[in-house]
């Protein structure tokens, strides 16, 4: 037995008990890291599950109620009254075989068809002229009846309308009722009278000759990035103008204005073709730019067409 053993009494040194001892502090200390994080991540593991897990029904939102659901609007059953009120028209009681009775007894089964006596004129069109909601879908339309004689009757269709907006029956006998009057032009806005010979004057008359006869450049007239339709279908030789007014002060001046400067004009003119003279009027938008008037909305004086944006 060697003398350090013997020194020991059979026990392992000093140095190898102290690497025992602190291999086990080790463990313990792992052991406790390996408990938080068992701890750390089962909140965390949780609330992930919770994220992936599906709302449960008794959680999920409330279907919309009735009371917010929306319905489809109801259309307008103009078309649908001219075309009863054409066949009703046409069609006979003595002769129920016709198509335009058969047509009208499949409109409305309910209405019995007129008996007219002796010659009657000839039904040119019917137009529906004025249209009136009124409660539990009903709907009174006011249609007009224009003759080969010219001379033109109005009645009042009743029609209702089916809950989906798309289906309708007349529900009665059309009614002859006085037709509509006519109501009062507005102030027109365009106040100031430009002269006949003036530089946006002859701008106006010089894009709408091009426009109008197809002689000529139209974009040479328009402002950057405006773009216009060519017109179809036209056979106009030349055309005066009869009258030009604009809204703004700047517009009658004698020269260009400033960049920018903007005119709104109302023209009048007198088109001409191989069958004769046509009255037309436009309204239309300039803007001022390098000492020239070009030509930046363009529609027609009812309103009707595209303007701005880009377009003309």
């Known amino acids: 037995m060697s003398p350090a053993t013997q020194s020991s009494g ?19 200390r792992i052991g406790r890291w390996g408990v938080w994080v068992a701890l750390a991540c089962g909140p965390l593991a949780l609330a992930a599950a919770a994220l992936r897990s599906p709302v449960a029904p008794a959680e999920a939102a409330p279907a919309p109620s009735s009371s917010t659901m929306r319905t489809p609007p109801a259309a307008d059953p103009s078309g649908y009254a001219e075309l009863y009120l054409a066949a009703w028209l046409r069609s006979t009681a003595g002769d129920e075989n016709s198509a335009q009775a058969r047509l009208a007894q499949a409109l409305a089964p ?5 008996r007219p006596e002796g010659a ?16 539990g879908g009903q709907w009174s339309v006011t249609v007009a009846a224009q003759y080969a004689d010219f001379s033109v009757r109005y009645f009042a269709v009743p029609v209702v309308a089916g809950a989906d907006g798309g289906s309708f029956a007349v529900t ?6 006085a037709g509509p009057t006519t109501a009062k032009a507005p102030e027109p806005a365009y106040g100031v009278s430009l002269p006949a010979k003036g530089v946006l004057t002859a701008t ?28 179809s279908g036209t056979s106009y030789t030349d055309l005066q103008v009869e009258q030009a007014n604009a809204v703004e002060e700047s517009a009658a001046a004698e020269s260009v204005p400033a960049d920018g ?21 436009y309204e239309l ?17 009812t309103g009707t067409g595209t303007g701005g944006g880009g377009h003309a």
């Open 10 to 28: 059979g026990q392992e040194p000093p140095m190898a008990a102290g690497v025992a001892l602190a291999r086990m502090r080790r463990q313990v």
């Open 110 to 114: 309910s209405v019995a068809l007129p």
């Open 120 to 135: 009657q004129p000839v039904l040119e069109r019917a137009v529906a002229v004025r249209s009136a909601q009124r409660e």
């Open 172 to 177: 009665g006998a059309p009614g002859q009722v």
């Open 204 to 231: 106006v008359a010089e894009f709408l000759r091009a426009y109008l006869t197809g002689l000529g450049q139209v974009d040479r007239y328009l402002a950057p990035g405006v773009r216009l339709a060519a017109l």
């Open 261 to 281: 400067t903007k005119a709104r004009v109302q023209v009048q003119i007198k088109a001409q073709d191989k069958t004769g003279a046509w009255p037309l009027a």
């Open 285 to 301: 938008t300039l803007t001022a730019r390098a000492g020239r008037w070009e030509v930046s909305a363009f529609v027609t004086a």
